[in-house]
């Protein structure tokens, strides 16, 4: 009997313990009192606080891009729109030509250039890069621009003897870029302005000034006549390869947009163009050029 009462006194503490547990966890795990209102009100203020500070950035962030990019511009300080042509009529059918020369001669004779493999193209595309060297030397020294005509010097030495005869452009390789430049553009250095737009015929647009350096820079290589390559029956066989090879490399195509105003477009483009290469040249040499004035003026 006293084991039997011993028994039960156990179980009965045992199942007070579990029940003690039992009410334990259940307080633990029992959740908050719901405030909806509370809750709404806190986020409306969290939501208030940032539209504020989103405006309070935006009112600086005029003031700050202002600071950084200076004084908003003037109508003084647009270039103007208008573009020097007094020889529009016939520079209009010079291109006319130009665009019917180049769909019947210029095209097909690329498209063929197309189909020699391409190693040849290439040393063609680079003997008559490293042909063009010479000139550039001469000009940069007429610019009085030292560094780049021993650039260009060491370029036409490098690929005429180490390149085969300037096959291969080994001084590009050696990270020696080349920088071709021209007649016009020691014209330019010494603040002759691009003058009246010009269409060449065969050649394309271009300025009077630019036209007349193109026309120099020819007759120099025809006077110097590098390896009598320039007379002749030598100069009359490569004249036209030269003239084929840039044409193959040139994606421009006459009208390929459909627009009637093409010769337009082009014209104000290249003008344009033109100008800032100007502007450019001469802020490198410290002259204050007048971004305003329009070309030929």
Known sequence: MRRIRAGRLALLLLTLALAGCASRDFSMRSLPPETPAADNAAAIKEMQAQQAEAAAAAKQAPAAA????????????????????????????????NTRFDDWVFLPAADLYRRVPGVVRSGVHNFFSNLSEVVSTLNYAAQLRPAPGVRSIGRFVINSTLGIGGLFDVATAAHIPGAPTGFGQTMARWGVQPGPYFVMPLLGPSTLRDGTGWCVDFGTDWLINFLDLYRGTVGWALTPLNAVDVR????????STGSPFEYDTVRFLFVRKTLIEDDALRFWHGGKPDPRQPAGE
């Open 66 to 97: 202002e600071s950084d990019l200076g004084p908003p511009l003037t109508v003084a300080d647009v270039p103007s729109m208008r573009t020097y042509d007094p020889w529009e009529r016939v520079n209009r059918f010079t291109y006319r030509f």
């Open 248 to 255: 193959a490399n040139t994606s421009f195509r006459y009208y």
